[in-house]
């Protein structure tokens, strides 16, 4: 195989931060447990893409991460599998509320995260539930009372839920901002911030965009504690 440096100037990858681990550049160097293997294996996945590999290790040592790659580079799972195992490792009750919380742009892309959490989940016994904007609130309730691991939503409608306090996320130690550009291009920004409030400051926090300009690198300095940066392909 290559050496770690190789591969990241094969892949354009950048890192910046202090004592930044190796990137898995196979399934096999992951240690993943057999459960997800058997899972990426099922869905035909040959090897990590560059984003997940230069992720996984360090999302694993529970720090915080800001990672800067284009649309369709893997993103997801970059950010869902290290959330398995952060589950897995807190053996927390989701009755209590969830441990995972993913804010997404839409409701299309928070969907597409939901599908991808019950098809990776699956075997590990993780719940998801996914709340949006444009649908009644009923059915959404019904599914937090019965309590999920992971909760994905879009920041308008998780603000309604929690101004009408029927979630709770005090136990939340895994907060994602995906697609975060996206996210900050639609407004969003007050109200990521109303939620960020109601998660305890003792967390692990990940940031995944496409793009990082500066209204970006605004939010990621207030709401991340000395993250690592993991680009893919070019940087600015
Ligand atoms: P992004 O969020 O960066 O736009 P996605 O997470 O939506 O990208 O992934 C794009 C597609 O690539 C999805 O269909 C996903 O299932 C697939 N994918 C994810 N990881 C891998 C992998 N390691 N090998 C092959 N395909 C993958
Ligand atoms: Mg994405």
Redesign the pocket.
């Known amino acids: 195989g290559l050496s770690p440096e190789a591969y990241r100037r094969r892949h354009e990858i950048t890192v910046t931060g202090d004592n930044v681990l190796p990137p898995f550049t196979s399934f096999g160097s992951t240690g993943f447990p057999s459960e997800i293997l058997r899972e990426?294996h099922n869905?035909g996945?040959?090897?990590?893409?560059p984003?997940?590999a230069q992720s996984w290790p360090i999302a694993l040592q529970s720090r915080d991460i800001v990672a800067i790659?284009?649309?369709?580079?893997?993103?997801?799972?970059?950010y869902l599998i290290p959330g398995f195992i952060h589950l897995k490792r807190c053996g927390n009750d989701s009755k209590l509320g969830p441990t995972v919380l993913v804010l997404s742009p839409t409701r299309e892309l928070a969907t597409?995260i939901q599908d991808?959490a019950v098809k990776f989940g699956k075997s590990s016994r993780i719940s998801c539930v996914c709340l949006y904007g444009g649908a009644p609130k009923g059915p959404q309730l019904r599914d937090i009372d019965r309590g999920a691991d992971i909760v994905v939503a879009t920041p308008g409608r998780l603000n309604d839920i929690l101004e009408m306090r029927r979630i709770s996320l005090h136990q939340v130690s895994y907060l994602v901002l995906d697609e975060a550009d996206r996210m900050l291009d639609m407004g969003f920004e007050p109200q990521i911030r109303k939620v960020v409030k109601e998660v305890p400051a003792r967390r692990q926090t990940l940031m995944?965009t496409a793009t990082w300009p500066k209204e970006v690198r605004k939010i990621a300095a207030d709401l991340l504690v000395n993250p690592v940066q993991v680009n893919i392909g070019d940087v600015d």
């Open positions: 990426v869905a996945f040959s090897a990590p893409t984003i997940q790659a284009k649309t369709g580079s893997g993103k997801t799972l970059g597409q991808e995944f």
